[in-house]
Each structure stands twice: as structure tokens, then as C-alpha cells.
């Protein structure tokens, strides 16, 4: 793995890893929830070590964040192991759009050389965070958490539709910044079929319409173009019958979308064709779901995401 930094152009763009697809993050760290002062070590080798927290975790691929935790005294985000946004993992808020706030890592003359943003977004008991940094050479590291304060499968009929807001960062081969990307979604779950198999049970499907998007400059006032990204499919899932929790969705292009994307020139070819999603039911009575996604696109444009929706 080399462990030097390699710029390329002269915006800073950095390469982010060797030529292995590996991360450089091998030892435990120490972290303190801003809230209660309490200190937690993490294993860089898989932070999803309770059903309640789901990381979208992955370095091979560059899904490295393994900690993330919301100050409200400072109304910031504290974010752990994606290199070079601070030494301290501090963003600060700066602004919002279609129920999604957003925030910017902190910089200095000589600290966090690389502009990093996130978003988060929360309702009810269920709260959930993407981050990725601009400008490196690659798609660059980034993550995603989706948390729960309380669970229980929700009673009743047994099929429920839930609405919510959909937000993520995407970014770019070449040094070319990053896009805050949101959206409207709308998810299905049906509690009694598919039949149980092994611990496994119902089903879970959903939409994202209404895909803004806009380039990521941490003024608050950035230039959203409205609802001209194809719509997004999450294929049907199945839930672990015994936490809710899902995994191993997979997300596509809608099919009968006419959306072209402002990204990629309007490029039909440069639509997603390869992402995935997992998350969990949340609430004390299952009124929540919460989602993380990524979709790798062609050529070299990432995009990852979370969801937040409330049972209607």
C-alpha cells in the first residue's frame, strides 16, 4: 500500500489509495461521543457490531467511515476514519434543502486539505449520515450510517407505504468536486409475505423521485438543478425476522425514466447501473425505515446516500 499522497492537478486533487484498493487504517482508535463525554475503541475492520447501527462499510471499495456522531450543543458532525478532513472530524452545518441538512469539514492552513461534506437527515427514532470528500483523483473515500433509538415491527395490516427524504454526496474521477444530490423517496414493506426461510421474511421495495442536484460549495446558497436525475429503483428485499434489519438490495435505473443527467452531458450511457442498499425498521412501533446506498456508476462517478422515512 503507498502510503504517500500523489497530486495530480493543481485544484489538490488527491489519489486516494494504492494501487491494491486498500485502506491505509489498520489499528484501533479512540472516539468520544460529543453528547455523553463517553469513549468507545473501533476496529477499522467492521464497525456494524449492533443491529441498532448500520455502516455502510466496505474499504476495499473506500467505505471507511466507521464512526459518526451528531453535536447538538455545536450543531455539528463528528466523523472518524476519512482521511484528511481535520485532525478533530468537526463539520460544521451550513445549510438544507428538501429536509436534508448539510455540512462541511472543517480547514485550516494545514489541516483538512481535502474539502469533505455530509449529510443527515432524521425523524422519529431513526437518523442517518453520508460523507465523502472532493477532489481526490478516484471516487475517493466516503460512508454511510442509518441508526435506531427503539425497534418493533409495526402492528396491523401487515403492508405500509412510508415517505421520507432521500440525500447523498456524489463524486468524481478526476478531481472534480462533489455533488449534493436529494430527493423524494417513497418505500413499501409488506410484514407477511415472502413467507419465512431461514430467519428471513417480507419484503421491502421503494422509489426515489424528484432527484435535485447540486454542486457541493459550502455557501448554503448553491444552484439545485430540480428533479433532472433519473428516478431510482430499490429492487425488492428481503428482513432478519428477528431485528428488521435488511441487507444486500440492489438499486437501479428506472426503467421508464426520461431523465437524462446534467452530470454526464445527458448521457443515457452514463446512467447507474450497479448500486446497492440495506437498512433497518425502526421506531417503537416500526414507524421508521432507514436505508444506506452507493451506486458506482460508469466511468467513475460514485454516489452514496441514505434515507429516512416515516410510515403514513
Known amino acids: 500500500m503507498k502510503r504517500a499522497i500523489l497530486a495530480v492537478m493543481v485544484t489538490g486533487a488527491l489519489s486516494a489509495c494504492g494501487g491494491d484498493g ?8 479512540k472516539v468520544t461521543d460529543p453528547g455523553t463525554g463517553e469513549t468507545e475503541e473501533l476496529s477499522p475492520l467492521d464497525p456494524n457490531t449492533s443491529a441498532d447501527s448500520k455502516f455502510l462499510f466496505d474499504p476495499e471499495n473506500r467505505l471507511t467511515m466507521n464512526s459518526v456522531e451528531y453535536d447538538a450543543a455545536n450543531d455539528q458532525l463528528v ?3 476519512l482521511p484528511f478532513d481535520g485532525p478533530d472530524g468537526h463539520y460544521d452545518r451550513y445549510g438544507n434543502h428538501n429536509g436534508a441538512d448539510f455540512y462541511a469539514s472543517q480547514q485550516t492552513a494545514t489541516t483538512g486539505q481535502i474539502q469533505h461534506y455530509a449529510v443527515y437527515v432524521k425523524s422519529g427514532d431513526m437518523a442517518a449520515f453520508a ?7 478516484d471516487v475517493g473515500y466516503g460512508g454511510a450510517n442509518v441508526r435506531r433509538e427503539s425497534f418493533a415491527f409495526p402492528g396491523g395490516v401487515g403492508e405500509y407505504v412510508y415517505l421520507g427524504t432521500y440525500a447523498g454526496l456524489r463524486t468524481y474521477d478526476g478531481g472534480t468536486g462533489l455533488d449534493l444530490v436529494t430527493g ?3 418505500l413499501l414493506l409488506d410484514i407477511l409475505d415472502f413467507d419465512p426461510q431461514g430467519g428471513i421474511q417480507g419484503a421491502i421495495t421503494g422509489r426515489i423521485t424528484n432527484r435535485d442536484l447540486a454542486r457541493a460549495d459550502g455557501s448554503g446558497n448553491e444552484t439545485w438543478a430540480a428533479g433532472e436525475l433519473p428516478d431510482l429503483i430499490l429492487n425488492t428485499v428481503s428482513f432478519n425476522s428477528d ?4 441487507d444486500g ?3 437501479t435505473t428506472a426503467p421508464d425514466t426520461t431523465a437524462t443527467d446534467p452530470a454526464s452531458g445527458g448521457s443515457e450511457d452514463n446512467l447507474p447501473v450497479d448500486g446497492s442498499y440495506s437498512g433497518m425498521i425502526g421506531g417503537a412501533s416500526g414507524e421508521n425505515l432507514g436505508i444506506t446506498m452507493v451506486i458506482d456508476r460508469i466511468p467513475g462517478e460514485r454516489e452514496i446516500g441514505v434515507i429516512v422515512g416515516d410510515q403514513q
Open 22 to 29: 486498500t485502506n491505509p487504517f489498520d489499528d484501533p482508535v
Open 79 to 81: 466523523i472518524n476514519n
Open 131 to 137: 460523507a465523502a470528500g472532493a477532489d481526490w483523483v
Open 184 to 186: 423524494d423517496a417513497r
Open 243 to 246: 431485528d428488521g434489519t435488511f
Open 249 to 251: 438490495g440492489t438499486v
